[in-house]
C-alpha cells in the first residue's frame, strides 16, 4: 500500500493555535484542531504546537512517517515589535576614513531622524576600512557595544552589498564571542545606507527573542518523534526554513494574514477580491488583485524598512470584540476583546447563570480609558461581543464556527437593552453597526485607492468570526460575498499549502546579461539549500527602471506533487477564465499561445479605437500553474519555436528595427520567466537570450510593442 502524502500547517494566532493536516495528493484535509496559544508557558508558543499537532495525530491515525512537511505561522516577530519587547542593537559601520562623518550621520540610529520615536535601542561603533580589519579590533568594538547593553550586533558598510566580505568578517567573530549578529547585506541587495541599517536594527533587535521561540519550537516539534522538515510562513505568502526565522525574523512579520490569504487563494481560486479575515482581537484585511495578493514595503511602527509583504491593514476590531458606553450610548466595539479582558462570550453561558445577571462596567486593562460592558452572574461574569450580538439577531447559521446559544445571546442583550433603556433588536444592531463602520470605511479605501469596480469584485470572509461580521459589510456595500471554506482554519490550510517562495532585490546601475545570471544563480541556490527540488524552482524576475532595481522571485517544492490530483493547479479553462476577468474581454477573444509544464501564455485580442478608424492589440498575459500573474504586457508579439528558430527570429526582428535602443524583451522557458527591458542594446538582448537557450530545448520570446 501506498504511504500517504501529508503536510500539517499550524497557525499560531493571539488568542489560538489551529492545525491541519492535508492529503497532498487530493489536496482533502483530513484533520483539524483548535487549543489556546500558550503565550505564557515556560517554553511559549511551542507548547500550544505541539498539543495542537499531537490531537490532530491522536484522532486521524497519521502515522509520524507520514509526515512529509509541517509549517507554520507566527506573530513573535510582529508582538514583540508592537510590543516593544526588543533587545538593544550594537551598530558597527564600516567605510573608509575621509567619508567617515558621512557614515556615522547615515548609521547611527541615535539620530531622531532616522530612528523617530528611538524605540529601536541602538549604540553605535564606526571602523576604518582604509586598510585590512584584523578579528582583535573587531573583537574590540564587540565587547565596547556590549559594554554600552548591546544584545545583538549588526554590521553595516556602504557597498556592502557589491563587497560583503567586512560584514561577513564582524559576523563570523560575533559568532566566535558567542554573540547573535545580522547585517545589512543579507536584509536587502538594494543600494540606501540609512534603509539598509534602519531594517537591519529592525531585525536585530527581536532576533534573541525569536532565535529562542525558534529553538524552543524545534526542540518540541523533534521530542514528538517527527523528523520532516519544520517550514515557517514569510509575510509574502511563501514559506521559508526555520534557518531563516532564526537569522531573518523580520520577513515573517504579517506571517499569520499572509497564510490566511495563501489559504483563500488556492482554494477559492478568487481573481480580484478582499480578503477579510476576522479573528477574537483582530480583523486583516487584504487586497487580491489580478489573482495575487498586493506586495508592498513593510512599515513598521513608522519604522520604513526594505522588506516587502502583503498589503494588510490591522484593525482593532472582530468577533471578541467588547462593547464601549458612554453616556449611555455605545460609543465604541474594541480594541479590547473578550480574550484579553479573560472573559467568556455570553452567548456561550448556561441561560439559567445569565439570568441572574446585571450591566456592570470594566476596564480590561489598568491603563484602559474607555469602559466595557459586562453582565456579572451569579456564577461568572461574561463580555457581550459582536458574537453575541450577530448571535441574538440570528445571522450565524447552525454550522458556522461562531455558533452560539442563540438563547443565550438574546437574555444578555435584553439586559444590556433593559440598561441602556432601548430593545435587545436596536442595541444589538448598534453594536454590528459600529463594529463594521472601519471595515467598510477601510474596504471602501482600498476599492477607491486600487482602481476595483465593486462589481466584479467579491469579499471573502475568513476567520472563526467571519459570519459575524462580513456578511454585514459585503450588504451594505453591495458586494458579493463568499466564505472562506473550512473559514475558521483558513489560515493553517494556507500554511500547509504554500511552496517555498524567496525574494531578492538587486540594485543594477549598468545590467549586463552575467550580472542577471548571478543574482538567477544565487536565489536558486538559496532554494535548493532551503530545500526544494531543483526542477521544481520556478523564477521570475522584473526590473524597476525608476529604481534601477532588480527583483527575482523563486517559487519551489519540497516534494513534486502530482499536478493530476492537487487541487491548487489551474486547469486550462480555470486560468483562461482568470485571463478573462484580468484583461476584461471574452474568453472568445482569447488564444492560448504557448504553455509549459509551469506556465501558460495567453493572447488576448482587442480592437482599440482610434482618430482615424480602429488598431488591433494583442495582450500578452503569462500565468504559473497556481494562476498567479507573471506578466501583463499590453500589446505584443511572440516569438516561439526551438532555439535555433527563436535566434533566428529575434535577431531579423531585432535588425529590423530602427532604434538603436532595443524594445522591451522577455524570454520565457520552461522554468524562468526572465526580465530583460533592463539590457538597452540589441547586442546585450543577443548574447543574454544565446546564453539562457544553451539548456533549454524551446522557449518563447514576448516582445513589448
Known amino acids: 500500500m501506498n504511504k500517504r502524502r501529508i503536510r500539517v500547517g499550524i497557525d499560531v494566532g ?6 491541519v493536516a492535508i492529503d497532498v495528493k487530493t489536496g482533502s484535509l483530513l484533520a483539524k484542531s483548535t487549543v489556546p496559544t500558550t503565550h505564557s508557558s515556560e517554553k511559549g508558543v511551542s507548547e500550544g504546537i505541539v498539543i495542537a499537532l499531537k490531537k ?3 484522532e486521524t491515525g497519521i502515522g509520524i512517517n507520514e509526515i512529509e512537511l509541517i509549517s507554520h505561522s507566527t506573530t513573535q516577530a510582529i508582538n514583540a515589535l508592537l510590543e516593544s519587547d526588543t533587545s538593544k542593537v550594537g551598530i558597527i559601520a564600516m567605510g573608509v576614513g575621509p567619508s567617515k562623518k558621512d557614515i556615522v550621520k547615515r548609521t547611527n540610529l541615535e539620530d531622531s531622524t532616522i530612528n523617530t520615536n528611538q524605540d529601536i535601542k541602538t549604540t553605535h561603533e564606526f571602523l576604518d576600512t582604509s586598510h585590512l580589519i584584523t578579528e582583535k579590533e573587531v573583537t574590540a568594538a564587540i565587547n565596547r557595544l556590549k559594554e554600552k547593553g548591546a544584545e545583538v550586533i549588526i554590521a553595516t558598510e556602504a557597498f556592502g552589498v557589491d563587497d560583503p566580505s567586512n560584514e561577513l568578517f564582524v559576523m563570523n567573530t560575533a559568532s566566535k564571542e558567542k554573540t547573535l549578529s545580522t547585517a545589512s547585506h543579507e536584509i536587502s541587495g538594494i543600494y540606501g545606507l540609512e534603509i539598509r541599517t534602519l531594517t537591519a536594527a529592525v531585525n536585530a533587535s527581536v532576533l534573541p527573542k525569536t532565535f529562542q521561540v525558534a529553538n524552543f519550537v524545534e526542540d518540541a516539534i523533534r521530542k514528538t518523534g517527527v523528523t520532516a522538515p519544520l517550514m515557517i510562513m514569510k509575510g509574502d505568502g511563501g514559506v521559508t526554513s526555520m534557518d531563516t526565522f532564526k537569522t531573518k525574523p523580520i520577513l515573517t512579520i504579517l506571517s499569520g494574514p499572509a497564510a490566511s490569504v495563501a489559504g483563500a487563494l488556492l482554494h ?18 487584504c487586497i487580491i488583485k489580478n489573482g495575487k495578493p498586493e506586495i508592498r514595503y513593510v512599515t513598521v511602527k513608522d519604522h520604513p524598512t526594505c522588506i516587502r509583504s502583503m498589503d494588510v491593514r490591522i484593525l482593532g476590531v472582530a468577533g471578541g470584540s467588547m462593547v464601549g458606553l458612554k453616556q449611555n450610548r455605545i460609543s465604541n466595539v474594541g480594541p479590547r476583546s473578550a480574550h484579553i479582558a479573560g472573559l467568556k462570550y455570553s452567548c456561550f453561558a448556561d441561560p439559567e447563570d445569565l439570568k441572574t445577571g446585571k450591566i456592570i462596567l470594566i476596564k480590561p486593562m489598568l491603563n484602559d480609558k474607555s469602559e466595557y460592558v459586562a453582565i456579572k452572574c451569579n456564577k461568572d461574569t461574561y463580555a457581550i461581543t459582536n458574537t453575541c450580538a450577530a448571535n441574538a439577531l440570528g445571522m450565524i447559521e447552525k454550522n458556522d ?8 445571546a438574546k437574555i444578555a442583550l435584553k439586559i ?7 430593545s435587545y433588536h436596536e442595541i444589538a444592531m448598534s453594536i454590528i453597526q459600529t463594529a463594521s463602520f472601519e471595515i467598510t470605511k477601510t474596504i471602501t479605501k482600498i476599492l477607491k485607492e486600487f482602481k476595483m469596480n465593486p462589481y466584479n469584485t467579491t469579499l471573502i470572509g475568513g476567520g472563526g468570526g467571519a459570519s459575524v461580521l462580513v456578511p454585514f459589510v459585503a450588504k451594505q456595500l453591495g458586494i458579493k460575498y463568499e466564505k472562506a471554506e473550512h473559514a475558521e482554519v483558513i489560515s493553517s490550510i494556507g500554511v500547509a499549502s504554500s511552496m517555498l517562495q524567496e525574494e531578492m532585490e538587486q540594485t543594477m546601475i549598468e545590467p549586463t546579461p552575467e550580472k542577471i545570471n548571478q543574482v538567477y544563480k544565487k536565489i536558486h541556490t538559496m532554494l535548493v539549500d532551503k530545500g526544494a527540488i531543483p526542477e521544481s524552482i520556478m523564477i521570475n524576475s522584473e526590473f524597476v527602471s525608476e529604481k534601477s532595481l532588480l527583483r527575482v522571485t523563486a517559487v519551489g517544492n519540497v516534494e513534486l506533487d502530482s499536478t493530476e490530483t492537487s487541487k491548487n493547479i489551474f486547469t486550462l479553462e480555470d486560468a ?11 474568453e472568445d477573444l482569447i488564444d492560448l499561445s504557448y504553455e509549459t509544464d509551469h506556465y501558460f501564455v495567453f493572447t488576448g485580442h482587442m480592437e482599440i479605437k482610434k482618430f482615424f478608424g480602429k488598431k488591433t492589440q494583442h495582450h500578452i498575459l503569462v500565468l504559473d500553474r497556481y494562476g498567479k500573474l507573471k506578466l501583463s504586457i499590453k500589446n505584443g508579439r511572440i516569438i516561439q519555436g526551438g532555439k535555433i528558430t527563436v535566434l533566428e527570429e529575434l535577431t531579423d526582428y531585432l535588425k529590423s528595427g530602427n532604434s538603436e535602443i532595443a524594445p522591451k524583451i522577455y524570454l520565457l522557458n520552461d522554468l524562468k520567466l526572465v526580465d530583460y527591458s533592463s539590457l538597452i542594446t540589441t547586442l546585450d538582448i543577443m548574447d543574454a537570450v544565446r546564453s539562457e537557450l544553451v539548456t533549454s530545448e524551446k522557449a518563447a520570446i514576448l516582445v513589448e510593442l
Open 14 to 19: 493571539g488568542t489560538f493555535t489551529k492545525a
Open 56 to 58: 490532530i495525530i491522536d
Open 268 to 285: 477559492l481560486k478568487i481573481t480580484n477580491g478582499i480578503f477579510v479575515e476576522v479573528g477574537g482581537t483582530s480583523t486583516n484585511i
Open 401 to 408: 464556527y461562531a455558533f452560539g446559544n442563540q438563547e443565550s
Open 416 to 422: 444590556f437593552a433593559e440598561f441602556v433603556g432601548v
Open 576 to 586: 483562461k477564465k482568470r485571463t478573462s476577468e484580468i484583461i476584461e474581454i471574452s
